[in-house]
T-cell receptor, first 112, second 113 residues
Framework: KQEVTQIPAALSVPEGENLVLNCSFT??????LQWFRQDPGKGLTSLLL?????REQTSGRLNASLDKSSGRSTLYIAASQPGDSATYLC???????????FGDGTTLTVKP | DTAVSQTPKYLVTQMGNDKSIKCEQN?????MYWYKQDSKKFLKIMFS???????INETVPNRFSPKSPDKAHLNLHINSLELGDSAVYFC????????????FGSGTRLTVV
């Protein structure tokens, strides 16, 4: 059974700081890994999708890496801004069709 | 706009009532899901349908019944609502290609009083 862990559960940083969010998974037989952002009271917005054959994906100030062998992914946020404050979740589709396991999220607060 | 859309956005109802939440996607995806996010913000899968066929049914009370009239729609019907059913319910979809990611709806906040 796939288990996904995100550390830390909460993170508070001053504006402008670079930061790393971590996601660990127990079963390395994955198709891809997806990072989402969730603002309070809102739905999930997809940030980055890394295929199992890829090592990283970049979008603007975000960079996600994937190391299947060690069961880890990181989300790097450069030059953080108050607007980055949200909960960040990683999701890993299981090899069984039609199921994805989510981490419990990291709640990020960027202080002006 | 291409999207996953859910209705209603908010639903307040009394215990014992029966209610439905509707979901539609126009992305051409083959697989649709219902997820439940509880008060602690943990996101757990409830059901998954692939081209109208149920493929995942987690340990969910049988008061919850999904229905997929076609691959673009997945509705969730809940009978005899209980206080513990209060949560945010998210619909999502993904393409047939297992390398494709998920697209989520904006959620339905259900409050049972």
């Amino acid at each position: 059974k796939q288990e996904v862990t995100q550390i830390p559960a909460a993170l508070s940083v001053p504006e402008g700081e670079n930061l790393v969010l971590n996601c660990s998974f127990t079963d390395s037989a994955i198709y891809n890994l997806q990072w989402f952002r969730q603002d309070p009271g809102k739905g999930l917005t997809s940030l980055l999708l890394i295929q199992s054959s890829q090592r990283e994906q970049t979008s603007g100030r975000l960079n996600a890496s994937l190391d299947k062998s060690s069961g880890r992914s990181t989300l790097y946020i450069a030059a953080s801004q108050p607007g980055d404050s949200a909960t960040y979740l990683c999701a890993v589709p299981n090899t069984n069709a039609g199921k994805s396991t989510f981490g419990d999220g990291t709640t990020l607060t960027v202080k002006p | 706009d291409t999207a996953v859309s859910q209705t209603p956005k908010y639903l307040v109802t009394q215990m014992g009532n029966d209610k439905s939440i509707k979901c539609e996607q126009n992305l051409g995806h083959d697989t649709m899901y219902w997820y439940k996010q509880d008060s602690k913000k943990f996101l757990k899968i409830m059901f998954s349908y692939n081209n109208k066929e149920l493929i995942i049914n987690e340990t969910v009370p049988n008061r919850f019944s999904p229905k997929s009239p076609d691959k673009a729609h997945l509705n969730l019907h809940i009978n005899s609502l209980e206080l513990g059913d209060s949560a945010v319910y998210f619909c999502a979809s993904s393409p047939k290609d297992r390398g494709g990611g998920y697209t989520f709806g904006s959620g339905t906040r259900l409050t049972v009083v």
